[in-house]
T-cell receptor, first 111, second 109 residues
Framework: NAGVTQTPKFRVLKTGQSMTLLCAQD?????MYWYRQDPGMGLRLIHY???????AKGEVPDGYNVSRLKKQNFLLGLESAAPSQTSVYFC??????????FGPGTRLTVL | GQQVMQIPQYQHVQEGEDFTTYCNSS?????IQWYKQRPGGHPVFLIQ?????EVKKQKRLTFQFGEAKKNSSLHITATQTTDVGTYFC?????????FGTGTRLQVTL
C-alpha cells in the first residue's frame, strides 16, 4: 500500500497563477483533509471531506477550493495564488480508529 | 471548537535526558492524539487517549490523559537522537480535529 500520496512535492508560482494539488489514498478511508503548516502555527485545517462528493470548510478556507469526485482522491485548488499562501500543504485521510495518515507534503512558494 | 495549548514550544536536551511536553485545554476534551513530525517530514500518528486518567506506554514514550480530561502529556525517557522532531497533540472529532502548535525537540550528543 502506498498510503497517502501527494503531487507535486514542490511548486513555485507567481502571484495570480492557479494550480491544483492532488492527493490520493489507497486505504478506502471516508474522511480526507487538507492542512497548511506555517512556522509557529501548527497545522491548520483548510477543507475536509466526509465522503465522495462531499466537502466542507475548515479553519482557513479562503482562497482555496476542493473537490472529492472519487473516494480515493481529494483535490485542492488555488484559483489566484497570493504570497500569503506560501506554505507546506499536507493531505491526510482518517481511519475508523481516528488515526490520521498524512501524505509527504507539498512545498508551495508564491512569489 | 476545542482548542489546545502546547508547552514548551522548544526544548533542547542532551542525549540520555528525559523530555516532557504538555497539552492543555480550558475545556474537557473528548480525546487526545499525539503525532511526531521529523524535520522535513510529515506528521505520524503515535497514539490516541480517550479515557480519564489513561496512561499508555510505547517503549520509552509514556502518554497520559488527565483525570479531568483537560490536559495530556508525552514523556520520553532517556532521549536519543532519533527522538528529534516536533511533537503535536490534537483533539476533536473526525470533522473538527484541532492541533496544538507543537513542541520542537532537539537532542544533542
Amino acid at each position: 500500500n502506498a498510503g497517502v500520496t501527494q503531487t507535486p512535492k514542490f511548486r513555485v508560482l507567481k502571484t495570480g497563477q492557479s494550480m491544483t494539488l492532488l492527493c490520493a489514498q489507497d486505504m478506502n478511508h471516508e474522511y480526507m483533509y487538507w492542512y497548511r503548516q506555517d512556522p509557529g502555527m501548527g497545522l491548520r485545517l483548510i477543507h475536509y471531506s466526509v465522503g465522495e462528493g462531499t466537502t466542507a470548510k475548515g479553519e482557513v478556507p479562503d482562497g482555496y477550493n476542493v473537490s472529492r469526485l472519487k473516494k480515493q482522491n481529494f483535490l485542492l485548488g488555488l484559483e489566484s495564488a497570493a504570497p500569503s499562501q506560501t506554505s507546506v500543504y499536507f493531505c491526510a485521510s482518517q481511519s475508523s480508529y481516528n488515526e490520521q495518515f498524512f501524505g509527504p507534503g507539498t512545498r508551495l512558494t508564491v512569489l | 471548537g476545542q482548542q489546545v495549548m502546547q508547552i514548551p514550544q522548544y526544548q533542547h536536551v542532551q542525549e540520555g535526558e528525559d523530555f516532557t511536553t504538555y497539552c492543555n485545554s480550558s475545556t474537557t476534551l473528548s480525546n487526545i492524539q499525539w503525532y511526531k513530525q521529523r524535520p522535513g517530514g510529515h506528521p505520524v500518528f503515535l497514539i490516541q487517549l480517550v479515557k480519564s486518567g489513561e496512561v499508555k506506554k510505547q517503549k520509552r514514550l509514556t502518554f497520559q490523559f488527565g483525570e479531568a480530561k483537560k490536559n495530556s502529556s508525552l514523556h520520553i525517557t532517556a532521549t536519543q537522537t532519533t527522538d528529534v522532531g516536533t511533537y503535536f497533540c490534537g483533539t476533536g472529532t473526525a470533522s473538527k480535529l484541532t492541533f496544538g502548535t507543537g513542541t520542537r525537540l532537539q537532542v544533542t550528543l
